[in-house]
């Protein structure tokens, strides 16, 4: 996986739904979001992307929509 795609990709969504008045539903949407249209192994990325580098390159309201909502993200095996 190319994690620095992945991230950009991320970004995007972050961006999209970063203009909702209300933050909460803004981090739950970002999640849903991944949670239902990225694969297992992209989200297994991001999250460590996440954990290694701190969110190196993601905006704020991705990390704090990833963080918020880990356990949903991770992918069940």
């Given at each position: 996986?190319?994690?620095?795609?992945?991230?950009?990709?991320?970004?995007?969504?972050?961006?999209?739904?970063?203009?909702?008045?209300?933050?909460?539903?803004?981090?739950?949407?970002?999640?849903?979001?991944?949670?239902?249209?990225?694969?297992?192994?992209?989200?297994?990325?991001?999250?460590?992307?996440?954990?290694?580098?701190?969110?190196?390159?993601?905006?704020?309201?991705?990390?704090?929509?990833?963080?918020?909502?880990?356990?949903?993200?991770?992918?069940?095996g």
């Amino acid at each position: 996986m190319d994690t620095d795609n992945l991230v950009k990709m991320a970004n995007q969504i972050g961006d999209f739904f970063e203009t909702m008045p209300d933050r909460g539903e803004a981090l739950e949407n970002i999640a849903g979001h991944l949670r239902r249209f990225w694969a297992p192994r992209m989200r297994m990325t991001i999250l460590e992307h996440l954990e290694t580098t701190d969110g190196h390159g993601m905006r704020e309201i991705v990390v704090a929509a990833i963080t918020t909502h880990r356990a949903e993200l991770w992918p069940r095996g």
